[in-house]
Structures are given as structure tokens and as C-alpha cells.
């Protein structure tokens, strides 16, 4: 592990390559999982204040499920987290021609709204774990995302650099650059 400002960082996310291979995968990141996407402080505001240009791109389920708790819920830790479908699906979670899309995010990509998605979902496979006194930065490895390794390898693409935008959004352009600094390093110690 690597300590870039107040986050210690896993070595994975310097040595693995990784490019999501979304018609692979089919974004099941989205509907598989134990809880909702982890959420920030202040996303709930946002989640609150962009859902009426958002519920338009959701299933109905996924607004009924909205409607009736709350943009949010509380999950087993005590985190704020996006609301599930049934026990995996996020409610926030839509699917067009057998690929799961994030609702949120298409409403930012058709230029609806300036918030992309909440920055957890943003760096997925990146998990961040807040401590005390630091962030741990981990790689989370997953079956589903085997083929976006295949592809990561074929093409070089190391996890940090595939993740840059959600990096910097996370932690800043100095960070970001501190980060590439150590990357270096750690090619020069032929890590």
C-alpha cells in the first residue's frame, strides 16, 4: 500500500488493468450486490434536488421504491446508501436493450442535470473505506467484471488511469498527479 495525501492506496490499483467491457457485463454492477450505492456527504441534497429529472429515465419500480422511502436508505452499517428493488437491484438502475444504465447518469449525459452519479458508482471497481485518520483506496474484484481485466490487459490500461475522471472528482487534479507520481516509482522498482 502507497499513502498519496490522506489516502492509503492499494497496490491492485496501480497493477491491475482494467476498462469496463459494458456489452460483456451488461452493467450488472448495478443490480448485484449486498446494499445500495454508498453515497457521499451532501448526495443525498443532490439525489433530492435532481430526482424530478431523473425519475423519467427510472422503472417503476424503481419510483415506487423511491417514492415510498426516500431517495436514500440506511443500510446494515449505518451508511447512507441508494435504495434497492427487491435485494439487489438499485433503484436508481434502468435498462435499455438488455444493458443495465444508471438512470441518473443518462439524465447528466443528455444534459438534464450536472451531477453524473453518485462518486461511488463513479470509481467502481475502486471501493473507498473511511477511517479515522485515512481512506483506505481499494481494488474490489468481482466475477462480473472479469472481462473488463481481459480487456484492461489487452489495452494497457491500468485501473488508476481508466478511473482518472472519478479519481480527480474524488480527491482532486494535485491528488490525482501525487498518485501518478508514485505510479511512476513503482514502474522505476518494476512493481
Not at 453515497?39 to 443525498?44: A, F, K, P, Q, S
Not at 481499494?138 to 473488463?148: F, G, K, L, M, R
Not at 498518485?179 to 514502474?187: D, N, P, R
Request: with cysteine.
Amino acid at each position: 500500500m502507497i499513502q498519496v495525501g490522506e489516502a492509503i492506496v492499494s497496490l491492485d490499483v496501480f497493477e491491475k488493468k482494467f476498462v469496463c467491457n459494458i456489452p460483456k457485463c451488461k452493467g450488472m454492477c448495478c443490480v448485484y450486490g449486498e446494499s445500495g450505492a454508498p453515497l457521499e456527504e451532501g448526495e443525498v441534497a443532490i439525489l433530492e434536488q435532481i430526482y424530478p429529472k431523473v425519475k423519467p429515465y427510472m422503472t417503476q419500480e424503481g419510483i415506487d421504491v423511491i417514492e415510498k422511502g426516500g431517495v436514500y436508505v440506511t443500510d446494515f452499517d449505518d451508511d447512507k446508501v441508494t435504495p434497492l428493488v427487491g435485494v439487489e437491484d438499485c433503484a436508481y438502475a434502468c435498462s435499455e436493450k438488455g444493458i443495465i444504465f444508471c438512470a441518473i447518469e443518462k439524465a447528466y449525459l443528455n444534459g438534464e442535470i450536472d451531477f453524473r452519479k453518485p462518486v461511488s458508482c463513479h470509481l467502481y471497481p475502486i471501493r473507498i473505506t473511511k477511517y479515522t485518520d485515512f481512506e483506505a483506496v481499494n481494488y474490489h474484484q468481482w466475477n462480473i467484471c472479469s472481462d473488463a481485466l481481459k480487456l484492461g490487459e489487452k489495452s494497457g490500461t491500468p485501473l488508476y488511469v481508466f478511473l482518472k475522471e472519478p479519481l480527480i472528482r474524488k480527491y482532486g487534479e494535485e491528488w490525482y498527479d501525487q498518485l501518478c507520481i508514485a505510479a511512476g516509482y513503482l514502474s522505476q522498482l518494476g512493481k
